[in-house]
C-alpha cells in the first residue's frame, strides 16, 4: 500500500481498506504525512480445543489470539468492531495516547458503555508518537483474556528503525489458557470474593507447547534461517502473573519497550508484566537445529498462581536430524525477584537526536498513591476470601467500583451523580507502608473517585507499594499517556534521599510499570492529553478487586488542547 508510491490507491488486504493519503502542492502530487486504515473485527464465541478441552470462547473473528493491526507511526486507523456476542464488549488500544480523544480508549464504564450484541461501534484510533508493538484488548471485565491482538506501528515513510534492518519480524503473543469459562470463574469469584482460579496453561501464538497435556504436537514455530536477524514483537497478554522468557542458547536484544526505542540491551531472558511489549532482536547464530523459546511466570506474592511453562519452537531452516530433545531456555525461578530487577533496572530510552526524550525536570504536581491488597469484612464472616473476608484492593485505600454510565459521558455532559471528584493526592493514612503491619488489614472505603488535573501541569506520581495483605509486584497502567519510569526502589519512598536516585537524563518511556514488591515506583509526565484516563493494575484480578482510579486532564485554553465533540454513535447506557 506505501513504499513511496504516491498514487491515488485503495488496496484489499483481508478485512482492510488501506487509503493511501495524498494532497496537491503547486501541481506536484505529494504524500500526506500519515495515512488512514479501515479494519474490522467480529466478535463472536468459537470452539478451541487446547491441553485436550474443548470449549467454546469470546474472541475477535474467530481468532486467538486476534487479528494485527499495521499501521504506521502517526497514522490513524478506523477499526469497526461488530459484537456478534452474547454479552456487551469494548476494547482498548494499549498504549496509544488518542491525543484528545478518550471516546475511542475504550475501558468499560470509564470512557464508553459497552457494545451490546448485536450493535457496533467504530473507533478511530490515532496513532502520534508511538513506533515499535503495541496491542490491543476487550476492557471489559476479563474478555481480555481471549480477546486481544497485536498492533505493528512501523517506523514513518523515509525513516527506519534505529537499528540494522530485521531480515523478517514475527508478533509473539504470550496468553492465558482456562480449561473453564473466564466469564464465569471471574463472576464466580467475584461472588464469593475469593481467589479467581488460576489458568490451566499459558500459551504462545494461542499454543500451550511442550510440555502441556496434549500440547506438544501443536507448538507455535518459529522458523529462521542460519545467519539472519529477526524482530520478535513479544507481548504480554497474561491475565496475572508476570513473566520471564527467553531462548535455549541464544542471546536475544531488546531494542524497545512499550512502543519507544530504548538502548539495547543484549541478555539471555526477559521479566515483562502483563501489558508491556517489547522488540527483541534474535540472531539464528547457533548451530542449524531446534530450540525451545519458553516462558515462566514471576510471581513473587504468597497468593495461587499458574507455575507452568509454556513453549514454542525456534526452527533453522537446512537439512539436519531434527533433536528429540531440543535444548530447553534456563528461566529464573518463579520468586527470583532480583533476577527480574536484574533485567528491569537495565532498561534506558534511547534518547538518540532522531528520538529524543522530553523529561519533566520542574513538577507541578505531585500524587503519591499507595498500592494495596486488602480485604472488605462481610457479615457473618460469609465470604470465600481470608477468615471470611472479601478480597479487595485499593489505591490510596480506596477501592473502586465502577459506575454504570462511564465517568466521560458524566463528566463531558456535567452529570454530577455518576463520581467524585475527590480522589486525594496524598496517602489518607501514613504509616510504615512497607514494614511489619501486623494485623493492620486496613479495610478500604469504597468509591467512584476522579481525580483532575488541569491541563499542562507536570506530573509526578510516586506509586508507594505496602505489605498489607499479599505484597507482589503490580503493573501499573495509565491510558492516554506513555510517560517516563524515572526511578524504582525498596520500602518507603523517601522524599530526600529517593529522589537523588532518579534517572532524568535517559529513563525509559512506558505505559505500564511495575511497582516492586515492598517497594516503590517514580513516574512523569506533561498532562497535555485532555480526557478521561483509566489508571490500574494490570494484573486482571487486582483491576477486578478495586486497584483502580481515573485521572481526568482538563481541557486548555483552546480548541486543540481541548477534548474532541463525542463521535456518533456511541454505544448508549442504558
Ligand atoms: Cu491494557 Cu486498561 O489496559
Ligand atoms: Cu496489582
Known sequence: MEKGSCSMGVKKMGLMLAFLGFLFFDGLLLCSAYNVHHYSFILKETNFTRLCTEKSMFTADGKWPGPTIHVRKGDTAFINVHNDGDYGVTIHWHGVRQPRNPWSDGPENITQCPIKPGTNFTYEVIFSTEEGTLWWHAHSDWSRATIHGAIVILPKLGTTYPFPEPYAEQVLILAEWFNGDVKELIDDATETGGDPTPSDAYAINGQPGFPNNCSND??????????????????????????????????????????????PISTSYIMITPGQTMDILLTANQAASYYYIAATPFFDSGAPFDSSNTSAILEYTGTYTPPISPPYPTLPNATDKDAADNFTTRIRSLASPEHPVDIPQTITKRITITVSVNQILCANASCGGPDGNRLAASLNNISFSTPSIDFLQAYYGNLSSVFDRDFPDRPPYVFNFTGDVGNNTLYPSVGRKAHLIKYGESVEIVFQGT??????????????????????????????????????????????????????????????????????????????????????VENGPTNETSIRPPPPNLPTCS
Not at 489 to 502: A, E, I, L, Q, R
Open 218 to 263: 501443536t507448538s507455535f514455530r518459529l522458523s529462521v534461517q542460519p545467519g539472519k536477524t529477526y524482530l520478535l514483537r513479544l507481548i504480554n497478554a497474561v491475565m496475572n502473573e508476570e513473566m520471564f522468557f527467553g531462548i535455549a542458547k541464544h542471546n536475544i536484544t531488546v531494542v524497545a519497550q512499550d512502543g519507544a526505542y530504548i538502548k
Open 467 to 552: 505489605n498489607i495483605g499479599n505484597a507482589e509486584n503490580h503493573p501499573m497502567h495509565l491510558h492516554g499517556f506513555s510517560f517516563y519510569l524515572v526511578g524504582t526502589g525498596y520500602g518507603n519512598f523517601d522524599n530526600v534521599t529517593s529522589p537523588k536516585t532518579f534517572n532524568l537524563k535517559d529513563p525509559p518511556e512506558v505505559n505500564t510499570i511495575g511497582v516492586p514488591k515492598n517497594g516503590w515506583a517514580v513516574i512523569r509526565f506533561v498532562a497535555d492529553n485532555p480526557g478521561v484516563w483509566f489508571m490500574h493494575c494490570h494484573l486482571e484480578r487486582h483491576a477486578s478487586w478495586g486497584m483502580d482510579t481515573v485521572l481526568i
